[in-house]
């Protein structure tokens, strides 16, 4: 399939960038002229802007024969944008999911900054931060450090990258991700074939062992369940190859015995690192971790304890967002207004969920004063 379509109205060829081929910048228009292949098709590569680029709009033409969907993406090439000027609904870039802010296009902290003050606009606190470009990889200790949490989009990287830099550059992030003690999530291309069959290839299966074993925190599913044809079954299968890999012993040795070397080192991660040489030595039937913010139970997550950790919060909003973080079960209780209280209601919640295992210990940890960010300084060991 071939076609042209002529945009001279310079006014409105960004709204039809956007509105014919999804692309939110208003700003792009004007870079389009001096960059040769411009824009891509996210999927299969088969859009690029000719030089057909003059004062007063642009030719778009596809090179390929490739039909088009009215779900279709694309990605630019080599253009930095000014996330200031995006236009549409999509204020700041961000898309809405639960209580997190999903920052697309970011290229730098100062997007992030963006997006975070439309978040508190909207009532939400947090933002996940989509790695898609070379100028995301470019400032990603920035990025990571300014976000809540990270997304490798692995389909968008492998346009933006050359597909065998690719593996090293998920493998980058994730250890840029668990040096700062941000979660990281992996999605896009994940069970592709399971669009259309009820089974993975074997290749999708190491795709996503690979994840896992990198130390990923989760692992999205994205079209195979929005559109594809075995929503329930992509679902089981990634669960089955998970916990298949959780349950290896290389696995279990690579987790537990290589400490997470940090750039930095501050009184959460000594709580951290007490935790994990304590379920070294103790049979821990779990941890629990109190949190108004969510930084105690990183802080603990962030040292891979050999203990299932329970992510107790009275904040609701706290306790969705840790469903996300590796290795814990996030709860959503009462406030607590003393230690003593804190204790009750963690051995209490631990029994509903059936943590609890008669005469094991567990551990606790919290911040103190209560509802003080970063104030991860208490630890107790207990006995059911």
Same mark, same amino acid.
């Given at each position: ?27 792009? !228009? ?11 098709? !996210? ?50 870039? +961000? ?11 970011? !290229? ?60 090293? +550059? ?17 999605? +896009? ?182 509802? +003080? ?12």
């Amino acid at each position: 399939m071939g076609c042209d379509e002529r945009l001279s109205d310079p006014d409105a060829v960004a709204r039809k960038l956007a509105e014919k081929l999804r692309i939110l910048y208003s700003a792009i !228009q004007p870079e389009i002229r001096s960059i040769p292949n411009a824009v891509a098709d !996210q999927h299969l590569h088969c859009m690029r802007s000719k030089a057909d680029c003059y004062a007063s709009g642009a030719n778009f033409r596809m090179l390929r024969q490739h039909q088009l969907s009215n779900s279709g993406s694309f990605e630019t090439y080599g253009i930095p944008v000014d996330l200031v000027d995006l236009a549409g609904e999509q204020v700041g870039g +961000t898309d809405e999911v639960g209580d997190e802010g999903i920052g697309r296009f970011v !290229q730098n902290k100062s997007d992030l900054a963006a997006f975070h003050e439309h978040a508190g606009e909207s009532g939400k606190a947090r933002t996940i931060a989509k790695i898609e470009c070379r100028e995301a990889l470019a400032n990603l200790t920035e990025i990571v450090a300014e976000a809540d949490a990270i997304m490798i989009v692995r389909e968008a990287l492998s346009i933006a990258l050359p597909v065998e830099d690719l593996p090293t +550059t998920q493998r980058a992030i994730v250890r840029e991700c668990l040096g700062q003690g941000k979660p990281v999530i992996g999605i +896009t291309q994940m069970l592709n074939s399971m669009e259309r069959l009820s089974l993975p290839t074997a290749a999708e299966a190491s795709h996503v062992a690979s994840a896992v074993s990198e130390g990923m925190d989760a692992v999205v599913l994205s079209a195979e369940t929005a559109s594809g044809n075995y929503p329930a079954e992509a679902v089981a299968a990634i669960d089955r190859i998970a916990q298949r890999v959780e349950s290896d012993a290389a696995y279990t040795e690579q987790v537990h015995r290589h400490p997470i070397a940090l750039p930095t080192i501050g009184p959460e991660d000594a709580i951290g690192a007490a935790v994990r040489g304590t379920a070294e030595i103790l049979p821990l039937c779990f941890t629990a971790a109190y949190t108004f913010s969510g930084s105690t139970c990183l802080s603990v997550a962030r040292a891979r304890p050999r203990s299932t950790i329970l992510g107790l919060s009275p904040s609701l909003e706290t306790a969705r967002m840790l469903s996300l973080v590796w290795g814990v079960h996030p709860i959503h209780s009462a406030a607590s207004p003393t230690v003593e209280s804190m204790l009750d209601d963690v051995f209490r919640e631990a029994k509903n969920s059936g943590f609890t295992e008669s005469g094991r210990p567990f551990v606790v940890v919290a911040g103190m004063p209560f509802g +003080t960010p970063g104030s991860t300084n208490l630890m107790r060991i207990a006995w059911t």
